[in-house]
């Protein structure tokens, strides 16, 4: 494993966690078939404090419906093996008969193979009607056994031969299911184990995976990840309580939802799946698991894989999983013999964007791996918040970028964005925050802050549309968590600064001398905050706008009428929406027309506007467009307010844009603007 792909994993894990609001991420990738990196970061429960509740390398995490896959390895092993005899056309009515003890058991599903309950055509709904699947809340201390388990999962199967199929014959349909714990069932009576002895044996003990297990990942009060709630509604992410109970190690849905892994553990399975020379599975049964097409009505293939095209060595095939208290997704390029998984232990509104950027973060470390962890690779600087930083300067468009090394990289563009001139950089700078950026309007005078190293709020400044600059300024005492917002009057004198503290406050502060000298910070209200801060101004500098996500992954807004000097007593709320970034802020010269974009769970933008200085905003959030990134946005905008550009940083760490023309109700296709990655 390479010890600077590890720091900068640890980095990106830490920097996702604070902009998504996941307790504790882990992330695994194998790139060429060989090169493992995990690592994991985070709390394991939120509420609880102290050096105990730091997630630590062997935690394991929920796999969820991952589980699937693990089963689907299991029985390609024993069926390699020769262990019970089994094989992937082993029938349901030849190893378990007594299944069909009830003379309303359906016949047809005798028939019923192996590998079509792998693959989910076995013709059997989604979950037996008479099963009840979460007794194990109420089991006691006599109830959990390795007999009461294996009896439990032929119940299952016992309730799953009684329902009316979804098709008919098996093998005609596809319809996803549990028939992963079917199949497990019939391993058990092959060969009198339980399938968690089973996994143990063949699968987690060779493969070296000492860090796995199943059910509860936190037996002791606080000794792992407990898994987490989350209320759309108000907003709240809780520990769950049922998941931590005794009973859900005994659990019949085990095969289908229960496995746990730490992330080296889960390099080391991916690693099997992808090394030239595997070393549990024969090439043969390998091949089998990942590629063979039982059926055409179903894209899925006997390793229980999700394959973009089954049937083909050349696939890409995943699996992902959500219990609705935690989330993972695993992804193999088989022929790029590249894989990344991420786990979270909260359920996936929150926990799928957090996932999701991981495997982004991961392919770009892949794409860029000589550039950033190479011979004279630079020395990588955790970033807080990422974002670019766009400023409407007169007739010219300014962009701003922070790279990995903690260097700032600037682009002017002269019409409209179509084109982007690089600018240069700042010499020795660095910082490591998202960028906020000013301008007056006749684009002379630009300002630009970021957090320094010593997590203070530095500023620089050109008076000359960005030619020449001042060296880098800090701003009083005050130390951030984030960036800082920065915003100016249209004859770029009067300042508006804002950072999120240490104790989760917006604090403010304001110069109307262009940055001379500036006001102590002062708290804005009350409120506490989960991302970095977005601020605008009108032309005079007397209305200050400013905005941040509160600790409900909601945006709230303040306001100012009085150039900075005091704010609304409360925040208030700019409706429902959800988002996993900071938002980005601007208005028109008057103050009265205030736009706000975020990043949404789905990871696409999302945008609202008041037309009235914050009294009032749109009903509904409205998508701009398609298209997911990984970071906040920056946006600017004309005096009027109606022509707007927002840019962000894309999948791939490049900075992409789009405008308006309309004041933000129709947004141009989004493009890229700088090929430079950003990561």
Not at 79 to 84: C, S, T
Not at 531 to 536: E, G, K, L, W, Y
Not at 585 to 605: K, Y
């Amino acid at each position: 494993m390479s010890a600077k792909a590890k720091q900068f994993l640890e980095q990106k894990l830490r920097e996702t966690i604070a902009e998504c609001g996941v307790p504790a991420l882990a992330a695994a990738m194998v790139r060429n078939g060989a090169t493992m990196v995990s690592a994991q970061q985070g709390v394991r429960k939120l509420g609880a404090s102290g050096a105990g509740n730091a997630v630590q390398p062997t935690d394991k995490f929920n796999l969820g419906s991952i589980s699937k896959v693990i089963t689907g390895n299991l029985m390609a092993k024993l069926i390699q093996d020769g262990v019970g005899g089994l094989q992937w056309s082993s029938r349901l009515g030849d190893v378990l008969p007594e299944l069909w003890v009830l003379p309303n058991a359906r016949d047809g599903y005798k028939n019923v193979t192996v590998e079509q309950l792998m693959v989910h055509t076995s013709g059997m709904p989604y979950q037996p009607k008479h099963d009840e699947g979460e007794d194990w809340k109420a089991y006691t201390v006599l109830q959990m056994h390795k007999e009461h388990l294996k009896d439990r999962r032929r119940r299952y199967s016992l309730a799953a031969v009684l329902d009316a199929p979804s098709f008919w014959p098996p093998g005609s349909g596809f319809e996803y299911g549990g028939g992963a714990i079917i199949a497990a069932s019939m391993a058990e009576k092959k060969t009198g184990q339980t399938y968690e002895d089973l996994v143990k044996q063949h699968l987690f003990t060779p493969l070296g995976m000492t860090n796995s297990g199943f059910g509860v990942m936190s037996p002791g009060a606080l000794d792992g990840p407990w898994q987490h709630t989350f209320n759309e509604e108000t907003g709240a992410a809780s520990p769950d309580g049922a998941t931590h109970l005794p009973g859900y190690s005994w659990g019949c849905r085990t095969p289908v939802g229960a496995v746990c892994s730490s992330a080296a553990d889960m390099a080391k399975f991916m690693l099997e799946h992808l090394r030239n020379d595997p070393q549990v599975f024969t090439a043969h049964t390998r091949s089998t698991m990942q590629t063979h097409q039982v059926t055409p009505h179903s894209h899925h293939v006997p390793g229980a894989f999700a394959s973009s095209n089954p049937g083909s060595a050349e696939a890409v095939i995943d699996h992902n999983g959500h219990n609705h208290v935690s989330y993972s997704h695993l992804k193999l390029h088989l022929p790029q013999k590249l894989g990344v998984a991420a786990m979270s232990n909260i359920e996936g509104t929150l926990g799928t964007p957090a996932v999701n950027e991981m495997h982004e973060t991961m392919y770009a470390m892949d794409t860029h791996w000589a550039a950033l962890f190479g011979a004279g690779s630079p020395e990588l600087i955790e970033c807080a918040h990422p974002m670019p930083a766009i400023t409407q300067a007169g007739a010219t468009l300014m962009l701003f970028a922070r790279r990995h090394d903690g260097r700032i990289l600037r682009y002017r563009s002269t019409n409209g964005g179509v084109s982007w001139q690089a600018a240069g950089d700042f010499g020795g700078a660095l910082v490591n925050s998202g960028l906020g950026a000013a301008a007056s309007s006749n684009g002379q005078t630009l300002y630009l802050i970021g957090r320094g190293l010593d997590n203070k709020a530095w500023f620089t400044k050109s008076t000359n549309g960005g030619t020449t600059w001042t060296g880098w300024q800090s701003i009083r005492a005050g130390v951030f968590v984030t960036g800082a917002a920065i915003a100016c009057s249209d004859n770029g004198h009067i300042v508006h600064a804002v950072g999120i503290g240490t104790d989760g406050h917006m604090w403010r502060t304001r110069s109307q001398d262009g940055g001379t000298s500036w006001t102590d910070w002062t708290p804005i209200g009350q409120g506490v905050f989960t991302s970095a801060p977005a601020i605008a101004t009108s032309a005079s500098g007397s209305t200050v706008h400013v905005a941040a996500r509160g600790t409900d992954w909601r945006m709230w807004h303040n306001l100012s009428i009085n150039s900075g000097s005091s704010f609304l007593p409360h925040w208030q709320s700019v409706g429902k929406g959800l988002f996993t970034s900071g938002p980005a802020l601007a208005t028109g010269g008057d103050g009265q027309r205030v736009h706000v974009v975020g990043r949404g769970t789905d990871r696409c933008l999302w945008r609202n506007r008041s037309d009235d200085g914050g009294s009032h905003w749109l009903a509904h959030w409205d998508a701009v467009r398609d298209g997911t990134f990984t970071s906040a946005p920056s946006l600017a905008c004309d005096a009027a307010g109606n022509k707007l550009d927002l840019y962000a940083f894309g999948g791939d760490f490049a900075v992409y844009g789009t405008h308006s023309a309309n004041g933000g109700d129709s947004f141009n296709a989004w493009s890229q603007k700088v090929s430079q990655f950003f990561i």
